[in-house]
């Protein structure tokens, strides 16, 4: 089955710098790769995803890049806002397009004003 | 855009009691539905995936007696957690899948509290 891995499970920034998070899978026939925000006692919210046909996406402050061959995906958040502080899950899906998704560990993301 | 709608939003029950949880998809047709379950302060397990007129595929470690699914319709997914217990306590959400749409095709519930007393 799908190994996912993410890191690091806490990161802490000040207001304005940059954020980013790692998660490393181990199925090579995962298609769809999505980041969510999961605030506490709410459902995980769809920020970004991206698709294994291409390397990178952005989406304002926020971007997904992919490397298929070292089977990892990153989330890069810019310009960090405290309304950022959450807790971020990477869910790549298990295999080719089945949106079995398989969620990393958490990262809890602090942005200090 | 597409809602799933998760009821109830929290429940409390006894100790040996069975307690039902709907996942209604309300604008699409979801011929495929998930279910996780989340502890306080961890990420999101898969249970099971629920799919339109066929039994449930559960994860391994997960018990397909315990935990009921019911996929009888394009829309609706249920979970029965029987004979609850207080480790079965937990954050249950459903996700339920717009094969129609390309783009972002995954749309969750707003999840059920069970506390089991």
């Known amino acids: 089955g799908e190994n996912v891995e993410q890191h690091p499970s806490t990161l802490s920034v000040q207001e304005g710098d940059s954020a980013v998070i790692k998660c490393t899978y181990s199925?090579?026939?995962?298609?769809?790769f999505p980041w969510y925000k999961q605030e506490l006692g709410k459902r995980p919210q769809l920020i970004i995803d991206?698709?294994?046909?291409?390397g990178e996406k952005k989406d304002q402050r926020i971007a997904v890049t992919l490397n298929k061959t070292a089977k990892h995906f990153s989330l890069h958040i810019t310009e960090t806002q405290p309304e950022d502080s959450a807790v971020y899950f990477c869910a790549p899906d298990a295999m080719d397009s089945s949106y079995k998704l398989i969620f990393g560990s958490g990262t809890r993301l602090l942005v200090r004003p | 855009g597409a809602v799933v709608s998760q009821h109830p939003s929290w429940v409390i029950c006894k100790s040996g009691t069975s307690v039902k949880i709907e996942c209604r998809s309300l604008d699409f047709q979801a011929t495929t539905m998930f279910w996780y379950r989340q502890f306080p302060k961890q990420s999101l397990m898969l249970m099971a995936t629920s799919n339109e007129g066929s039994k449930a595929t559960y994860e391994q470690g997960v018990e397909k007696d315990k935990f009921l699914i019911n996929h009888a319709s394009l829309t609706l997914s249920t979970l029965t957690v029987t004979s609850a217990h207080p480790e079965d306590s937990s954050f249950y959400i459903c996700?339920?899948?717009?094969?129609?749409?390309?783009?972002?095709?995954?749309?969750f519930g707003n999840g059920t509290r069970l506390t089991v007393t």
């Open positions: 991206i698709r294994s046909n291409v």
């Open positions: 996700s339920a899948l717009d094969s129609s749409s390309y783009n972002s095709p995954l749309h």
């Open positions: 199925d090579s026939a995962s298609n769809y």
